[in-house]
């Protein structure tokens, strides 16, 4: 018996399940006009500028943390804007080819191959499932690991980069200890106030041996009483960025 | 640059809040995405490709929401919601019965659901921000070539893994 269901291009289906079908019905001037209140506020807060002095032209990295089990929102991914210079940065290759497609992963303690492996697995470095091959993995030039299938001939010296010596202590180590401990700490309450968190941080910075700033501004407003942070390894530097106390778990 | 940075928050901040709202179906959550990535455009206001800012700042947004536990969890249920909701919405003419439309948007969403994150992303891009060219390249931070070469493959694997999916159910109606 054939299936008397007509054919369904699939991908045309998704239009439909549109949750939000018409973004011109979220203008709202007054919630938008709060927001660039807002957005002006935090990127003119006491951080510091990352200066532009470099001759190569580099993405910083900031990392916001959220703080407590609900307060996601400020929970930008490590990777949202980590660009190809950052020494904690891993990418996970799909082919060994510099133009591959490539995902890049928070940092993490453990062999980098066994971390892109999971990524692999996941179905995240090629947009499908799948058993990863064998990797090798590789420094680049400005200290980023790269992780590459380990097809016959792939050397990480073809691409003019060093082999990764897993035994080799390096500072990114250290910081991806330090930023997993205060990862912990923030998101283990429920609401760090200014002076709580630029106490923890100033803490766990110390006691990793991290010669850091903590800035951030003076006072938090009322209405954004929690820290979240902002972590730049490149400018050594954790800021306190204010955020709203959100509601308990919804589900 | 305010003067040019308010000029571009006026014009993509609603769309970038249907972005998130598609991901996480929490106002709040969905003001707090626009919020970090508006800043974030602002500190590298000049990195933004001139051709493209819609695209560049749906690639911030999506690395900022994929890789969040909690949002994840929220946009499974908001698709479980859409299919319900889809019983009684009108949608393409040639199906022939809402009966039909509910199993084949269930199946449609079953075959979205075994892709990759990448794929799952991809094909969102395109289906409901409808991102294409310039801005689908500048949101994947690749080329168009290459971003056309991966709604190719996504696109593939949505259809293969529809075909498994109703295939299956196929096969069920035929065993009862």
């Known amino acids: ?251 | 640059m305010e003067r040019a940075f308010v000029a571009f928050f006026n014009e993509h901040e609603h769309k970038l809040r249907a972005f998130a709202l598609r991901r996480t179906a929490s106002p709040a959550w969905a003001d707090e995405i626009v919020a970090g990535v508006m800043v974030i455009a602002w500190r590298r206001f000049n990195d933004i490709p001139p051709e493209a800012p819609f695209g560049w700042l749906c690639g911030v947004a999506f690395r900022v929401a994929r890789n969040d536990e909690r949002g994840r969890r929220r946009y499974v249920r908001l698709i479980d919601q859409a299919v319900a909701e889809a019983e009684t919405r009108p949608l393409v003419a040639y199906l022939e019965s809402d009966a039909l439309l509910a199993e084949q948007l269930e199946a449609v969403v079953a075959a979205f659901q075994v892709l990759g994150d990448l794929d799952q992303e991809v094909l969102r891009l395109v289906a409901w921000e409808g991102l294409n060219g310039r801005d689908l390249a500048a949101a994947l931070d690749t080329s168009e070539p290459a971003a056309r070469k991966r709604v190719s493959r996504a696109r593939e694997r949505l259809r293969a893994a529809y075909l498994a999916v109703t295939t299956d159910s196929v096969d069920d109606r035929r065993a009862r």
Do not use: K
């Open chain 1, 1 to 251: 018996m054939n299936d008397p269901r007509p054919e369904l291009d699939p991908l045309s289906a998704l239009g439909p399940l549109n949750p939000v079908p018409d973004a011109e019905a979220l203008r709202d001037p007054a919630r938008s006009a709060e927001l660039l209140r807002r957005v002006l506020s935090d990127a003119t807060a006491s951080v510091r500028v990352l200066p532009s002095s470099r001759q190569r032209r580099q993405r910083r990295i900031i990392v916001v943390v959220a703080v407590g089990a609900v307060a996601a929102a400020a929970a930008f991914a490590w990777v949202a804007v980590r660009g190809h210079d950052d020494p904690l940065s891993l990418s996970c290759y799909a082919t060994a080819s510099l133009e591959s497609d490539r995902t890049q992963v928070p940092p993490a303690h453990g062999d980098p191959r066994n971390i892109c492996a999971s990524e692999w697995v996941a179905g995240r470095v090629t947009g499908t499932r799948s058993d990863p091959p064998p990797l090798i993995a590789c420094v680049r030039d400005e200290g980023s690991v790269a992780v590459l299938p380990a097809t016959r001939g792939t050397a990480c010296s073809r691409f003019g980069w060093a082999d990764l010596d897993p035994n080799a202590n390096r500072q990114a180590d250290f910081v991806i200890r330090a930023y997993d401990q205060l990862v912990a700490a923030f998101r283990s309450e429920p609401c760090l106030d200014l002076h709580e968190a630029h106490a923890t941080a100033r803490r766990i910075l110390e006691a990793n041996n991290l010669d850091w700033i903590v800035s951030g501004p003076p006072e938090f407003p009322a209405e954004r009483p929690c820290a979240s942070l902002a972590i730049d390894p490149n400018e050594r530097t954790v800021t306190l960025v204010p955020v709203p106390r959100l509601p308990a778990a919804d589900g």
